[in-house]
């Protein structure tokens, strides 16, 4: 049968309003129902569970005035306790101020509520370097505040707060904005930033990548690599120097029940990378950057690499501000598949678009098989669904990107700008596009639809038409 190609000027001409298109074919049938699946990757995701036995950190010499450095008391507790066969580092009420803390296999590091890690503001404590992932390319960078590689069975938990302590004046500045602490001829990440890309492009070994002091490559406030039976429950995470909770590379990933509260330039609030099997839900996020996105590299390293994230579960989420409420990009170049979302409520004038892809013609990869249902939105100030292929260098690479495959059910929303704005390339056109018993309200532009294929629509109201 021949394809429909929608384009611009004719979803323009429906003057914001959808009709029923005469591609419903294109809508599954209830025998092919996508979400059929997410029960089966919901069975494979189960949070680690530790042995009955408590290290706590007050006992090995930590003290919770919030003035005492308790990194060594912290470390002996996570030793003896993973050397003991596992179990839970726990905290008393107060203030543990730290430098990095690192988690050893079948360790769960509580902190409960009453309780807080505040992390140093010396930027040299986070030495010796270590394997990192900035940005989706792999290097030798600063340690995360709390950092794992290789492990399995790790967990952050309990209802206190993870303070990475940064703010205009430390850390957030090495972004370079003048609208927190930076001025003309202060350092600033740009060298390092692109000399970490270039190392990528060429290939570098990994080992040879060595940034950290004098480069200015933030690093993130949780970050897992290659680790599996994953869990961070129930916390307070703020003040990030840059992403909040950045698992790579790992594999049986829980995030349940956090509140993210953080401001600063790059503030993602949960970026699985990488990763395979990963559960993210009732949690709120109110960030400086994107609440959840979803990445697996960048560029050619990105696809040196190889590894998608397959398998992502996303429910009863709230976002607030963000630059994205649920993304997936721009770092995306090992590819994403197979994403449930549903259930999840966003609103605030200073969230720039809920559904959000990004992807350029650098970045090359594929994003297939993305699933959203039953989600509410307030009011936003740019789209509600943005695909765009344009994003940074836009068609300047020699790389397509692949959109297909996206399935949209069930979407409302009050305030935005747009409801749809999608821009694919001409020679790699978004496909396979389909919505579905959804009501866009108080949009005040006309939608964006520029290469979009297979653009299939059902029961879809823009401002009530």
Known sequence: MTQHRWNRREILGLGGAFAATPHLSKLRAADEDPWDEMPRILQRI??????DRRFDAARYGASGDGKIDCSAAIAKAIAECSAA?????TFPQGVFFTGPIHLKSNVNLNVPAGATLKFTEETSRYLPLVYARWEGVECMNYSACIYADNAENIAVTGGGIIDGNSDCGHWWPWKGRTNCGWRQGMVNQDRGRNLL??????????AERRLGEGYYLRPSLIQFCHSRNVLIDGLTLKNS?????????????????????????????????????????????DTGDDCIAIK????????????????VVIRNCQMKDGHGGLAIGSEMSGGVRN?????????????????RFKTNAMRGGVIERVFFRNIEIGELSGAVLQIDFTYEEGEKGPERPVVRDIDIRNVTSRKSAYALELRGFASSPIRGLRLRDCSFGGVAQSNIVEHVEELAMANVKVNGR
Not at 46 to 51: D, E, H, V
Not at 197 to 206: H, M
Not at 344 to 351: A, D, G, T
């Open 339 to 355: 994403v449930f979302v549903e259930n999840c409520r966003l609103s605030s004038p200073n969230l720039n678009q809920a559904l």
């Open 46 to 51: 189960r949070a680690p569970r530790f042995p």
């Open 296 to 311: 697996s590299g960048r560029n050619r390293d990105g696809r040196r690499v190889a590894a998608p994230t397959q398998n």
């Open 241 to 285: 120097p840059m992403f909040e909770i950045n698992p790579v590379l790992c594999s049986n990933v829980t995030v349940r029940g956090v509140n993210i509260d953080s401001h600063g330039p790059n503030n993602d609030g949960c970026d699985p990378d990488s990763c395979t099997d990963v559960l993210i839900e009732n949690c709120t996020f």
């Open 197 to 206: 890309f270039d190392l990528g492009a060429r290939d570098v070994p990994v």
């Open 85 to 89: 066969g596992g179990g839970s580092v």
